[in-house]
């Protein structure tokens, strides 16, 4: 399984564009990158997963450059609610168990 | 529509005794999953369930973890005897079968059951 590296922590203020960079060189080609949210107290949330190029949601966009050995995930315009921790996560797609690293830890400040 | 849930939420018990965790996945999720977090440590793998059969018990860390999902719906993940090292959060997961290749199916995670073993 491809490793990923992260930023350990963090900080925004509130408001601004917020931009974390997952490093993963030994992707695989069938591998897809995916972003989980975690809050304290609570499970992981999926935010986002991509293959290529770039992905928007209603909560997040994935961009991933042509070699697809790193991806950024961008949350626009953050509010203290987005204080968490934010993983990324290389595997196949489907049905295989998702491997975590230590993720980015995020804090949002007023 | 309901999430994944378990119970309990916060568990406390001396070493050595026996605690049984629940997890009810999503209605029609054929994918079930427990991780744990040891504090201070990553989140990892225990056990892979499809339907009523486990796929993938390759985390489990020893023979005190007995996983079972009877008929396919919730699971209970049972740890006897409990030793320190125990404990942490097990979290559930649930997801659909991916039929497709590429198909993508998202993983929901319950607000994890906090074990302390003491």
């Known amino acids: 399984l491809a490793k990923t590296t992260q930023p350990i922590s963090m900080d925004s203020y509130e408001g601004q564009e917020v931009n974390i960079t997952c490093s993963h060189n030994?992707?695989?080609?069938?591998?897809?990158i995916t972003w989980y949210q975690q809050f304290p107290s609570q499970g992981p949330r999926f935010i986002i997963q991509?293959?290529?190029t770039k992905v928007t949601n209603e909560v997040a966009s994935l961009f991933i450059p042509a070699d697809r050995k790193s991806s950024t995930l961008s949350l626009p315009r953050v509010s203290l609610s987005d204080t968490a921790v934010y993983y990324c996560?290389?595997?196949?797609?489907?049905?295989?168990?998702?491997?975590f690293g230590k993720g980015t830890r995020l804090s949002v400040i007023a | 529509e309901a999430g994944v849930t378990q119970f309990p939420s916060h568990s406390v018990i001396e070493k050595g005794q026996t605690v049984t965790l629940r997890c009810d996945p999503i209605?029609?999720?054929?994918?079930l999953y427990w991780y744990r977090r040891v504090m201070g440590k990553e989140i990892k793998f225990l056990l892979h369930?499809?339907?009523?059969?486990?796929?993938?018990e390759s985390g489990m860390p020893n023979n005190r973890f007995l996983a079972e999902r009877t008929g396919g719906t919730y699971s209970t993940l049972k740890v006897q005897p409990a030793e320190l090292e125990d404990s942490g959060v097990y979290f559930c997961?649930?997801?659909?079968?991916?039929?497709?290749?590429?198909?993508?199916?998202?993983?929901?995670f319950g607000q994890g059951t906090r074990l302390t073993v003491v």
């Open positions: 997961a649930s997801s659909q079968e991916v039929r497709l290749a590429g198909m993508n199916t998202e993983a929901f």
């Open positions: 030994n992707i695989a080609t069938n591998d897809y």
């Open positions: 991509g293959y290529k």
């Open positions: 996560l290389v595997g196949r797609s489907g049905n295989t168990p998702l491997v």
């Open positions: 209605s029609g999720h054929d994918n």
């Open positions: 369930f499809v339907k009523e059969s486990k796929q993938d």
